[in-house]
């Protein structure tokens, strides 16, 4: 079946722009989580939803990132004002989990951001 | 943002030699996942384990979970040239909701 999507694949924009980046979860999959990956380092969480609500969003760095489940599926990561440091790959997962009980989580590819 | 200690850092090894390498933390975790990722994708799970002791084969792959809940241990048998990338655990804080803390993932090498 498919897996978890994300788009664009890449986004090279300027400093100060706005930025929005999407993500498909595998179809039934009620929790859907952010993270970022800089170069040579693992993944940090951002926020993680459990259906339209954020469960979670104590890794957004500052308020300058903000996220949106409003059905339930497709999420977007928006980024006001971006500057040079948010430059990372975004990737995004999705677990089948009921109120956290599985952590399963399946990653999609990711979404490099180049800010420049 | 927290990243769990995992080494070696990189690895280099030839064809049909077995690997291991660990993940520690100050903290207890109630769950250890173990991912590979290949350049420019995304991480791919490998193997969970959910209870401290429990050992879980996939294949070639062997994890454990620590006794402590601080620790999980990952070895890959007889390795082979698709074993390239990097390896990455992941733990879930006890009492957090399902956010992962990864390590700072291990670089696997290999040559034939």
């Known amino acids: 079946g498919a897996g978890v999507s994300q788009t664009p694949s890449n986004k090279v924009t300027e400093k100060g722009k706005y930025v929005e980046l999407r993500c498909d979860p595998i179809?039934?999959?009620?929790?859907l989580y952010w993270y970022r990956q800089s170069l040579g380092q693992g993944p940090e969480f951002l926020i993680y939803f459990q259906g339209t609500g954020a469960a979670d969003d104590s890794g957004l760095p500052n308020d300058r990132f903000f996220a949106v489940r409003p059905e339930g599926s497709v999420s977007t990561l928006k980024i006001q004002r971006t500057e040079r440091g948010d430059s990372a790959v975004y990737l995004c997962?999705?677990?089948?989990?009921?109120?956290?009980?599985?952590?399963?989580?399946?990653f999609g590819p990711g979404t490099r951001l180049t800010v420049l | 943002g927290q990243q769990l200690n995992q080494s070696p850092q990189s690895m280099f090894i030839q064809e049909g030699e077995d690997v291991s390498m660990n993940c520690t933390s100050s903290?207890?975790?109630?769950?250890w996942l173990w991912y590979k990722q290949e350049p420019g994708e995304g991480p791919v799970l490998l193997i969970a384990l959910y209870k401290a002791g429990e050992l879980t084969s996939n294949g070639r792959l062997t994890a454990q979970f620590g006794i402590t809940r601080k620790d999980s241990f990952l070895n890959i048998s007889a390795s082979i040239p698709s074993d390239v990338g990097i390896y990455f655990c992941?733990?879930?804080?006890?009492?957090?909701?399902?956010?992962?803390?990864f390590g700072t993932g291990t670089r696997l090498q290999v040559t034939l």
């Open positions: 997962a999705s677990s089948p989990s009921l109120a956290g009980m599985s952590n399963e989580q399946f």
């Open positions: 903290s207890i975790f109630n769950t």
């Open positions: 992941a733990g879930q804080p006890t009492g957090t909701a399902s956010k992962l803390t």
């Open positions: 179809s039934g999959h009620t929790a």
